[in-house]
């Protein structure tokens, strides 16, 4: 029996939307599709793809997306012929099938790797264009938000802000912003400063977006001298005047916004509050680092205090992390950089100011010292 070559359809031109009555016809390397006014199509073998469809027919389009047009064949013989003489189910085929399917996948994850790729590079590129298109008012308003995180995340017992629980503590208070405002009156900041000396042992010291300080007790104690903290207050108040925080966090909520690209829904409003949380958990770059450095070390240097002193809490600092290597590191400032010796040594290579002043008197440091003294 010689299989039927020729039968009846119903194409869609891919076009126009409307079905058409027509010929099939099965011609040695290609199928030819005719409606009664003439040809209106030949299909080579090789291109034709089996398209999902009902039960009841068969439905053939063009490999590749190269077109939309489809035809459908309802006759189960004629069908069963097509199939037979396309080679749906021979080997080369399903080689082919697979080596599709491998493709698609390779590009996509080609076109998830540039993604990551832009974010990763290009991100914090995105981040400095974009930071002075950023009013002030509105960092005012994201570091009230990753103020109240600050906040919510404390657990120690309180009065969270040092200064307010005896006579002590007020005195404490006074050096503290004394020292504050003597800094930030040689950093001609855009925006003032909002100091906040906190009652925790976490040895730390950060600035988060809109001028927002925070200096912990720990990190007073842990300081050699007002010096050694003016130079951190200075460098806290590089990264204020730089808005570093500003771009990382432009860069994390870039980041999320990337991920909803490629994941979908998943962080899909939450892409602000990701950004807000991380910007007190991620690192700023060593950039970053070294230009608040600079700045700091210049502001304690107007003031005619001895910039050294920065570099005697780096070597410090550097000691006691060779100690702790490779376990819990507890000492920090800001984020924890393991290069407190470079840092140290780029400090000690400025010239030091002829005949340093102190910054405080021997009292108000000792005042300072007992900020949190809950006396
Ligand atoms: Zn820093």
Redesign the pocket.
Known sequence: MTAQTQGTGVYFDGVSGAPQSVTVTLEHSALAIASPAGALARWDYPAIDALPAPADRLRLGLAGNRSTARIELRDPAFAAAIKQHVGFDSPQRRAGERRRRRLVVAWSAAGVAAMMAIGVTGMPLVAELLAPLIPYAMEIRLGEDTHRAVLAAFDEPGPWECGDEGPMERAGKAAFLKLIRRVEAEAHLPIPIRPFLVRTSEDNA??GPGGFVYVNNAFILNSGSAEELAGVIG??L??VVFR?SLKRYLHNLGMAYLVTMIVGDVVTGGGTLFATGTVLNTR?SRA??TE?DLFGVGLIARLGADIHATARMWDRRAAAEKQELGGFRATS???THPDSAARAAAIRALPNVANPQPILTAEEWQALRQACSRK
């Open positions: 950060f600035a460098h806290e590089g990264h570093h700023y970053n680092e608040a400032v800001d984020s």
